[in-house]
């Protein structure tokens, strides 16, 4: 099926459309995608965060109680007009401040009264100040070792609050404050890639690396805790004001939020909670690396597709021009028929001809083949009809002797003779072809033995003898009785031609597992021939010894047999050829 190139490039810009409005469906899941991957990333430098926080919390925790312990605090409540005593509390206190690096320590009577401060030289010290209705001051004096609170009314400063009881015995006579300044955290956040905000147990900001955040509630405040904050001057109640933010949930402890203020700002925010303070400190990214990284893997898998698609075009321009030259080509084929069939009546005395030639070289090939066979009938019946005539002349010379048995024992022989020549002819016949004969389970070791019994005839008219050793345990082999006999007698008689002119040649036969070994000590097989040495009519022997054909009629029946007939030179001399059977299955042998 072929298209016009209008109607190609019609169909990839429709592809193209498609796929740019499915990028634009996806691009807000790919977005999610590296936002939440930010807000990963951004867990691990919030939790730092927490941890410097709390390891500052921490330190200045215990300080209130060991302060607390002083004598002459418990001297100076019981005391509060003594002006000296009251000047000393003032500069130890003072030298304490600076020594912890605290903004301010100072010390209430029961009443709330600050009797002594370490800010006493300074413009709005806390001292004469009544603080009885922080809530840091009304949990130590009901005993608590530590209570806490924020503030940033009274010096402008936000701080944060310990206090601890002063006690005279069992009796709580006192508090002893220690105040810190926050506002160190929001210049060391500054610094970070991310912005940073703490908000209370209201959503109220009161720490943050973004001054505009500061004392902004992210979400509005109810009555009840506006006249709270209000009661504790907690935070300035005429600056708190509404930080405008929207948020969707990006995963448990992230969201991507969007802040109003004089633009609109989008952020990935991580936050952890810090449970024990009822405090929650989030980590605040911009957007705008996740949706770039969202746009870059838009935009590459863009370009892949983009790539797609100009081969696709390419493609169909290639099959429409194909499909134009095919059209083409019929055209002219058209012409040249036409001009063929003007022409028919002069060629068919040509294809007479033709044809008139093919019969010759068909006849040919027949006379070739009959060759072929006759030259293979000849090599294989030569070693049967020997065996034959000297069964024969023996025969007859028993006969004369009257050794009846002998005489029969060679008849019968000369029988079986003409039996194998008989199994010899079938085989060739399918020579050229895979043999239809079934195989089976063989014993290796009977079918040695019944061709050992054939070269005997040899071995008594010429002399030598095989070494053989029958295995100690039956071998069981796959394969057919006679072409398996054929092939090991081949392979003996070819190893005496090879040791012909030696006094007494010795063959040696072995089997070693499913391999039948036939070794000769002449003079082995030289290295340009082991490649042709199972080619058909390929021979070393002399004019008139041999046509080539014994071998590779061997190594056909071998493979027939799912084996392998291999040929190699002997390390202490000589030439081995080796023929590996499949094993017969236990199955096999069982119905034998």
């Known amino acids: 099926m072929t298209f016009s190139r209008r109607r190609i490039f019609g169909f990839v810009a429709a592809v193209a459309l498609l796929l ?46 060991l302060i607390a312990e002083r004598p002459q605090l418990t001297i100076l409540l019981q005391n509060a007009a003594d002006p000296v005593l009251r000047a000393s509390v003032n500069e130890d206190l003072r030298q304490t401040a600076a020594t912890v690096k605290a903004s301010d320590v100072y010390l209430m009577d029961i009443s709330g009264r600050t009797v002594a401060a370490a800010s006493y030289r300074d413009e709005g010290s806390y001292l ?30 936000r701080g944060y609050f310990y206090a601890a009881p002063v006690e005279d015995g069992e009796r709580i006579v006192g508090v002893l404050a220690i105040k810190f300044n926050i506002a160190a955290f929001d210049s060391i956040w500054r610094g970070a890639d991310s912005d940073i905000m703490v908000t209370d147990r209201n959503d109220f900001v009161f720490m943050s690396s973004r001054p505009d955040w500061h004392f902004r ?19 300035p109640i005429d600056r708190i004001d509404l930080l405008p933010i929207t948020t969707t949930p990006l995963g448990q402890d992230a969201q991507h939020v969007y802040i109003e203020g004089e633009t609109r700002e989008g952020f990935i925010l991580t936050s952890q909670r810090l449970t024990d303070l009822d ?16 746009f870059r893997s838009l935009l590459i898998a863009g370009l892949l597709v983009a790539l797609g698609l100009m081969a696709l075009l390419a ?32 060629l068919q005395t040509a294809l007479a001809d033709l044809r008139q030639t093919q019969t010759d070289l068909i006849q040919a090939g027949k006379l070739s083949a009959l060759g072929q066979m006759s030259a293979a009938l000849s090599h294989e019946f030569n070693q049967p009809l020997a065996a034959v005539k000297s069964y024969a002349d023996n025969a007859s010379a028993f006969l004369e002797r009257d050794r009846i048995p002998e005489a029969k024992d060679n008849i019968t022989r000369i029988s079986k003779m003409a039996d194998r020549m008989a199994t010899i002819s079938a085989h060739l016949r399918n020579f050229a072809r895979r043999p239809q004969q079934a195989t089976g389970p063989l014993s290796l070791n009977t079918v040695v033995q019944d061709a050992l019994a054939v070269i005997d005839v040899r071995l008594a008219a010429e002399g030598g003898r095989v070494d053989y050793m029958p295995p100690q345990t039956e071998v069981w082999v796959t394969g057919g009785h006679v072409r398996l006999q054929q092939v090991i007698v081949n392979l003996i008689n070819n190893a005496f031609d090879a040791m012909e002119g030696q006094r007494s040649p010795v063959v040696r036969v072995s089997i070693e597992g ?3 070994h036939v070794r000769d000590t002449g003079p082995g097989i030289e290295a340009e021939t082991v490649a042709q040495i199972f080619d058909p009519f390929f021979t070393t022997k002399e004019p008139g010894k041999g046509l080539g054909l014994g071998l590779s009629i061997s190594f056909n029946i071998v493979s027939d047999f799912g084996g392998t007939l291999s040929a190699a030179n002997h390390p202490d001399g000589g030439a081995i050829f080796s023929v590996q059977l499949l094993p017969a299955t236990p199955h096999q042998v069982a119905a034998q």
């Open 20 to 65: 740019a409005l499915a990028g634009a469906a996806v691009f807000p899941t790919i977005e999610r995608h590296y936002m939440r991957q930010q807000a990963m990333q951004d867990a691990v430098p919030l939790k730092l965060a927490v941890e410097s926080l709390r390891a500052t919390l921490d330190r200045y925790a215990p300080l209130p109680a």
């Open 128 to 157: 004469d100040r009544n603080f009885s209705y922080q809530s840091y001051f009304t949990q130590a004096l009901n005993g608590d070792l530590s209570s806490f609170s924020v503030f940033g009314t009274t010096t402008g400063e």
């Open 217 to 235: 509630a992210i979400r509005p405040l109810s009555d009840a805790t506006r006249r709270q904050i209000a009661q504790n001057l907690q935070y």
């Open 279 to 294: 405090w929650t400190m989030a980590s605040l990214s911009p957007t705008a690396p996740a949706t770039l990284s969202a």
């Open 315 to 346: 493609y169909l321009l290639r099959q429409t021009r194909q499909a134009e030259a095919l059209a083409q080509e019929q055209r002219a084929k058209a012409v040249l028929e036409e001009t063929v069939a003007i022409r028919t009546a002069d």
């Open 514 to 516: 499913t391999t039948v």
